[in-house]
């Protein structure tokens, strides 16, 4: 007795229906990818470049606590630097300062300065700065930022005071 074998059909593999939709998804995630990549968002405002913090805040009473290194004042070593700010091109908001010399624990913020305000900065080194004599005084480099401006400043030190002891 012959028995019957059942002879398995054969699906036709349909290759190029499978690969006509895989080449379609890569396209169209690469199509979504870019322009998601490339859109600029409608609802923010193009952004405003910042004026220089130099012309828009101006400095005064620029006083230090500071020891001198030698004789003619040549050098000193800040400890403690107080000034006044004013914000000469309109209102300021946000504002910090960043002393780019020597290390200090809290920057000095500002929530506002009003335009034509004067606030008072006193920023206290632990450990000493060294600023050398120029023309202008004893130089003290910061960065300023607020909304409305940013940028390097340099203060120069008019007058400065030994430490109390």
């Known amino acids: 007795?012959?028995?019957e074998i059942k002879v398995r059909k054969r699906?036709?593999?349909?290759?190029?229906?499978?690969?006509?939709?895989?080449?379609?998804?890569?396209?169209?995630?690469?199509?979504?990818?870019f322009s998601a990549l490339r859109q600029i968002n409608p609802l923010?405002?193009?952004p405003v470049p910042k004026e220089p913090a130099s012309e828009y805040f101006a400095f005064s009473d620029?006083?230090?606590i500071a020891e001198s290194q030698d004789s003619e004042n040549r050098t000193i070593f800040v400890s403690e630097v107080g000034f006044m700010i004013k914000a000469v091109g309109g209102n300021a908001t946000d504002i910090t300062i960043v002393p780019l010399t020597g290390f200090v624990r809290d920057y000095p913020y500002f929530?506002?300065?009003?335009?034509?305000?004067?606030?008072?900065?006193?920023?206290?080194?632990?450990?000493?700065?060294?600023?050398?004599?120029?023309?202008?005084g004893y130089?003290?480099?910061?960065?300023i930022h607020?909304?409305?401006?940013?940028?390097?400043?340099?203060?120069?030190?008019t007058e400065f005071f030994p430490p109390m002891t």
């Open 11 to 33: 699906r036709k593999r349909k290759w190029n229906r499978t690969i006509a939709i895989l080449s379609f998804v890569i396209v169209m995630g690469t199509i979504i990818t």
């Open 1 to 3: 007795m012959v028995r």
């Open 44 to 46: 923010l405002p193009p």
């Open 111 to 136: 929530d506002i300065i009003s335009r034509g305000a004067n606030e008072s900065v006193d920023i206290i080194y632990p450990y000493k700065v060294g600023s050398t004599k120029t023309a202008d």
């Open 146 to 157: 607020s909304v409305e401006a940013t940028g390097e400043v340099t203060i120069n030190i």
């Open 139 to 143: 130089p003290l480099s910061f960065r």
């Open 62 to 64: 620029v006083f230090a």
